[in-house]
């Protein structure tokens, strides 16, 4: 992460003109306060500024105070006092417009970016980087590392609110800048982030790709705050391996990345995180044993994480976290059911009686759920299906359709065509392969997409292809035949799990619930007739 060259970038270079005594004395105590922070002394690091604060005033220099005040904020923000970090930055902002000083201005908004995103206020921080990358634009700080920064704190702000395609565009520009710059530091950065969004958008190979160039910059360089970088983007390798099956291949990455941290290093997110990937990781090579070590060791490191004051928060990884967890509960059920047999098996007997009811009850209570939804589901297919039966009996030349771009118009119509085609069903169906097959670039075809359909590219296939699934699965008994896996790859998808995944999230049924109740209520129509 970038921001820590961001919060100190001003400080030391900008000094009011004084007499030599008092100039070598706020030099003195910058250096000092600057030194304390990097050695994470947050509270003697604020004493040292707050000295140099007395001295400025006295000499009535507006700017070198918002400077102090600003990297006062950034102390607190470091040791969790979010409150006092708001405070710290509202003077400093007010002191820089009265100054009008853009820089400090903007150094100033990239620390209430940091609060907010710790706060979880993540709109605010949306609104507040939307205006800093606007603002740099038509500022002398436009193409300079600090333009850099701005976009890497931007950037990371639009990661936690999964707006991939703003992460994707800003990141770009930042990567053009530190080139010509040759920033380093800016592209170990960007490179990284550019690949947690391929990641996200399960594009794997592609984030390798980003991933790898950011570890062959951090290896062949010298570069400041190496080691969150390093295990940052080792951990997103691990966990495009993971998404892979290479389970072996993220094993050694996980395990190295344990292995480089000391112990206040255990707690940043990507060194605790990748402990719990570990477990999953054994889990599905079946090494169980190894599996609750290592999910054991993630369970103690994440309440003494959650107990420390100076945590940090992160949406990415919290995310992250869910998904993993979920992933080892199971396991950690069984385990907790073999210990509790070997040591107390009457009471076990008690627990699992009562456990039983527990699950009838939940089980009885989900089923009515279930049946619910798919009652709706099965209304809204007849729905759709009435529809486009109508559609179809309407002249196709009677449709208008308005829009003022004949391009756009164009890569619409070129859509629908696919969409007759049932293009969509094929497993190469792709970004870039839509965008060849409509005659336009993958960008354009993401915005019109965007626009128009209201949902990125992704969103829009899985939609297509699982409304394909359902009214197929609907009126084909034979399709209702296949294995899962069968019906994943005959709708385009390369893995079970993945189509499982997306039919759950858009019907809120897992594909083998649906098809059940489907022969049900056929043949419940059956003995109707």
Known sequence: MLYISLLMMVVGIQYAPAQESKRDKIEEYIVKGKKLYYEEKYEKSIEYFNKTIKIARKLQDSSLISILTTSIGHAYVMN?????????????????????????????NSGLVLVYKKTKQYEKALQVSR?????????????TKYHVNIIATGSEVYLDTEKYDSVLHYVEQGIAISKSLDYKEGLVDLYIKKGMVFYHQEQYEEALTYLFKAEELLQQHEIKNKFYPTVNSAYFVASCYYKQSLYDRAIERLLGNIDAAD??????????????????????KEEYKNALYWNNAYAQLNEAFHNRKDKTVDKIYQNEAQVLEEGIAQLQQQQAQSERIKAYAYG??????????????????????NAKTFNQLITKIDILEAKEKEMQTKDSNTREIVIDDDKVAHVIKGLTKLESQEFYLRSDCNLR??????????????????????????????????????KRLKNDRKFRSFSIKSIATEIGYKSDYSFAKHFKSKTGLNPSYYIKNIEKHEKTLESMI
């Open 80 to 108: 969790d006092q979010n409150q006092k970090a708001l405070d710290a930055y509202y003077t400093s902002l007010e002191l820089a417009k009265s100054t009008n000083n853009v820089g400090e201005e903007m150094n100033a």
């Open 131 to 143: 205006q800093m990358l606007k603002s740099i634009n038509n500022s002398t700080f436009r193409d």
């Open 263 to 284: 112990q206040d290093d255990l707690f940043k997110l990507p060194v605790l995180q990748s402990h719990l990937l570990l477990a999953n990781c054994y889990a599905e």
């Open 348 to 369: 076990i007997a008690i627990f699992l009686f009562a456990l039983l009811l527990l699950g009838v009850f939940v089980y009885v209570k989900k089923q009515r759920a």
């Open 433 to 470: 392969s839509v965008a060849k097959k409509v005659k336009t670039n993958a960008t354009y075809l993401s915005k019109i997409i965007n626009m128009h359909e209201q949902k990125n590219f992704n969103e829009y296939i899985n939609d297509l292809r699982i409304d394909y699934a359902l």
